[in-house]
């Protein structure tokens, strides 16, 4: 008698919980799974850490007051960026070109920006070898599709990784001041203590 073998029922992941899509391929938010499950709820998992969404704005601002609005624009929010067919990636910070954008079409973004700044990620890295994996391709996607400049902004390593287009990548402590644009330099920590905020160490 043939056994007949019970195929294991999957879940659709719905597309709210679908965080980025490289090449067709999704890559979720961290945690999706336990959405699926019941186990906690969409925002939960979709939205920004306290810590995270102070740097952003941190950030922003310190942006809008040292480069040079007429020829920059800066776009948060995590931003769509579509960099390849069936590709797209959510960026914290955009760094454009105004001359570049000849008019506003509310869809994903299709204009390489000059820099990008991300800090940490909500992406589900469990598909992925390492975390590095993400990281990097994530990285090199964007520096191959036109960005000048990408910097991953590492909180609970208090790290900065800097990558730019035909140069070496390297990686150091967010004490350090980092070339950004132009004249613009970047310091996290400066920026941070400015704000006179105290930072929770991770237990």
Do not use: C
């Not at 919980?17 to 925002?43: A, C, F, N, Q, T």
């Not at 590492?154 to 132009?182: H, Q």
């Amino acid at each position: 008698m043939a056994v007949v073998e019970k195929k294991k029922a999957t879940k659709r992941v719905p597309k709210e919980l679908v965080y980025e899509m490289r090449h067709g391929s999704p890559i979720y938010y961290r945690d999706y799974d336990k959405v699926l499950s019941g186990k906690k709820k969409p925002e939960e998992v979709m939205g920004s850490s306290d810590l995270q969404a102070w740097m952003i704005d941190t950030i922003v601002r310190f942006l809008h007051l040292t480069l040079d609005y007429k020829k920059y624009k800066v776009l948060s929010n995590e931003v769509g960026y579509k960099f390849a067919r069936r590709s797209w990636y959510n960026l914290d910070i955009a760094v454009v070109d105004r001359t570049k954008i000849k008019k506003l079409t509310g869809r994903f973004l299709e204009i390489s920006p000059e820099v990008v700044i991300e800090i940490d990620t909500k992406a589900d890295l469990r598909k992925f070898e390492n975390p590095q994996d993400y990281f990097h391709r994530k990285t090199q996607d964007l520096l191959d599709s036109g960005v000048k400049k990408v910097i991953w902004i590492f909180t609970k390593e208090k790290k900065v990784w800097l990558a730019e287009k035909g140069k070496r990548w390297f990686i150091t402590d967010w004490s350090d001041t980092v070339d950004l644009l132009d004249k613009t330099k970047l310091n996290i920590q400066k920026l941070l203590e400015e704000e006179g905020i105290k930072i929770e160490e991770e237990r």
